[in-house]
């Protein structure tokens, strides 16, 4: 069975830091191209960077010694409002990387505040709507804080790492996938810390329709 909301939002709360100040550090887009990529050229960087800085709510998600974090935005437009989600990874130097960035349009019952209202709702609404299923420990999951896999490499490029990610997602060599892709291994296991892809595609055509 395929993860359903509740479990999603659980298993979400099970890696989420008390965090009662915003994070400390400069958010900066973390490569522009895999940016862009990543959030299907729709969210500007500015922008992502901006809502970043000043966001209505955030989460930080700690796993493996591994943080990520998401904030979130209300935005009106003249053709209606959304909530944008950012998605940035602690990096070495202590600042932010900024790694994608999505807008949420409100659906039934929901509202634009409603969404960035609830940073760590937001990025369940993202995963329900867009997130891939993949294949862990014999079912499908959308989002795990960690995933484990036999090392069938020894040592390890960046390339073998990336075919082992996209393999784990289900992806092609070029697919585009929204995680921090962190990853550690040892003489039998590699380690991928949150992994999730989402389906640019249908993401691509809701926007298009404006929710």
């Known amino acids: 069975m395929d993860q359903a909301g509740e479990e999603l939002g659980q298993v979400i709360a099970s890696v989420a830091l008390d965090e009662t100040e915003l994070p400390s550090g400069e958010f900066e887009i973390d490569g522009r191209q895999g940016f862009e990529e990543s959030s299907g050229g729709v969210v500007r960087p500015a922008h992502a960077e ?3 800085a000043q966001p209505d709510d955030w989460v930080v ?3 493996e010694g591994s943080r ?6 209300q935005v009106e437009t ?4 959304f909530a944008l989600l950012v998605q940035s990874a ?10 994608a960035a999505f807008r949420l349009y409100p659906e039934k019952e929901e509202s634009a505040e409603m969404l960035a209202s609830d940073a760590g709702g937001a990025f369940r609404v993202l995963l329900e709507r867009y997130g891939k299923p993949f294949e862990s420990e014999g079912r499908k999951v959308r989002f795990l804080p960690a995933a484990k896999i036999p090392n069938t490499f020894g040592s390890m490029t960046r390339e ?9 997602l289900g992806l092609d060599a070029k697919g585009h996938w929204s995680a921090t892709g962190e990853f550690r291994y ?14 640019l595609n249908a993401y691509k055509r809701d926007v298009s329709r404006g929710g």
């Open 78 to 81: 003249p053709a209606g409002e």
């Open 160 to 168: 073998d790492a990336m075919r082992t990610i996209n393999g784990l």
């Open 68 to 73: 990520m974090a998401f904030a979130t935005k």
């Open 61 to 63: 998600l700690e796993c």
């Open 186 to 199: 040892d003489q039998q296991t590699i380690t991928v810390t949150w992994p999730f892809a989402i389906d």
């Open 90 to 99: 602690r990096l070495k130097n202590g600042s932010w990387g900024i790694q």
């Open 50 to 52: 901006a809502a970043a």
